[in-house]
C-alpha cells in the first residue's frame, strides 16, 4: 500500500535519534512510512495495525520494531474511559551505520536486517521501565540507552509481521487515492461494502480499481476486507458474550458459513477453537 513520507529529520532537530511518548483519545489512521526504522510500545489502546500486507488486532502491550520505508498505521478505537498512548523511538541508518560497523554489534545488526517486513517483540517489565524513561535521557546516555534496548530484543525470538509476498511500492502515484480507500474501509469494514461505492470513491471504474487496488497493497480489494473484518470478529470473540453468529453478523459476513470458512483460512483455526483458547 502507499503511504505519506513523514519526514523525522525535520522533527528530531539536532538529536541524533527520535524519542517521543504519544497521548491522545485515540490513534487516527494514517498509513505512511520514513527510512527510519522505528520502535514502537503500546502502553494503553487498541485497535488495528497495519504493517505493510498485515492486518492484525492490537492491545497494551503491543511492541513492534519496524524496518526503513515500511509502510504502516495504528488505527485505534476510541476508548471514553482512558486516552490512548504510546512510546515511539525513531533512529536512521546514517545513524545506526558506524556501531553496526563494530563485531561487538553483529546481533543488532542481524535484527535490523530482519525488520524489514516488521518484527513482533515481547518486552520484559524492566525493559518497558527502560523505553519510558528513554525521552527523559540526554547526551550520550541516551545513545548507549538505545543500544541497550537494542541488544536486548536482539537476544528474543522476534515474529516477522508482513508476509513474504508483501513487496513495497513507494510511488508518489498511489498516495491520495489509495489512503482515502483505506481510511473509508478501515472506517465501514463491517457494513456492506460494494465495489462500484469504493471505485467511485476515486473516480475509478471498478475493473480499473481492481488493478490499482491490487498493485497499491499486494492483495485482492475482497481478501483486503475479509482481512479487516476477521479482525474485528476475532476482538469480539475476546472480549464479548455474543454468539458466534452473532459476531459473524456484526463484522460484516452475510452468512455464518462463509464467516466460518474465512476464518479457518485465515486463522487456521475455527472461531470457536480460537475463542477457547
Excluded at 230 to 246: G, K, V, W
Aim: aromatic share 12%; glycine share 4%.
Amino acid at each position: 500500500m502507499k503511504a505519506i513520507l513523514e519526514d523525522i529529520p525535520a522533527i528530531k532537530g539536532a538529536s541524533s535519534f527520535y524519542a517521543r511518548r504519544i497521548v491522545v483519545p485515540a490513534f487516527e489512521f494514517k498509513w505512511h512510512f520514513h527510512p527510519e526504522y522505528e520502535l514502537t510500545y503500546i502502553l494503553r489502546g487498541k485497535g488495528y495495525r497495519i504493517v505493510g500486507n498485515s492486518h492484525e488486532y492490537f492491545t497494551a502491550g503491543d511492541f513492534v520494531l519496524l524496518g526503513s520505508n515500511l509502510p504502516h498505521t495504528w488505527w485505534g478505537k476510541l476508548d471514553d474511559d482512558e486516552p490512548s498512548e504510546a512510546i515511539v523511538i525513531q533512529f536512521s541508518t546514517e545513524f545506526m551505520q558506524p556501531f553496526l560497523a563494530l563485531h561487538e554489534s553483529r546481533q543488532i545488526k542481524t535484527l535490523l536486517e530482519n525488520s524489514s517486513k516488521g518484527l513482533r517483540l515481547t518486552a520484559s517489565d524492566a525493559l518497558i521501565e527502560i523505553i519510558m524513561g528513554l525521552n527523559q535521557i540526554q547526551g550520550l546516555d541516551s545513545v548507549l540507552t538505545l543500544f541497550a534496548i537494542l541488544q536486548e530484543i536482539s537476544q528474543q525470538k522476534a515474529t516477522q509481521i508482513a508476509s513474504n509476498t508483501y513487496q513495497n511500492v513507494l510511488s508518489k502515484k498511489f498516495e491520495t487515492r489509495i489512503n482515502k480507500v483505506c481510511t473509508h474501509l478501515q472506517i465501514h469494514c463491517c457494513e456492506p461494502i460494494r465495489l462500484k461505492e469504493v471505485a467511485d470513491l476515486v473516480c475509478m471504474s471498478e475493473s480499473n480499481f481492481c488493478k490499482f487496488f491490487k498493485k497499491a497493497t499486494s492483495t485482492t480489494f475482497s481478501d483486503y476486507i475479509n482481512d479487516l473484518r476477521i479482525n474485528e470478529a476475532c476482538n469480539l470473540l475476546l472480549f464479548s458474550d455474543y454468539s458466534i453468529s452473532e459476531i459473524a453478523h456484526a463484522s460484516g459476513f452475510e452468512s455464518l458459513s462463509y464467516f466460518n470458512r474465512v476464518f479457518l483460512k485465515k486463522k487456521q483455526t475455527t472461531p470457536s477453537l480460537f475463542r477457547k483458547n
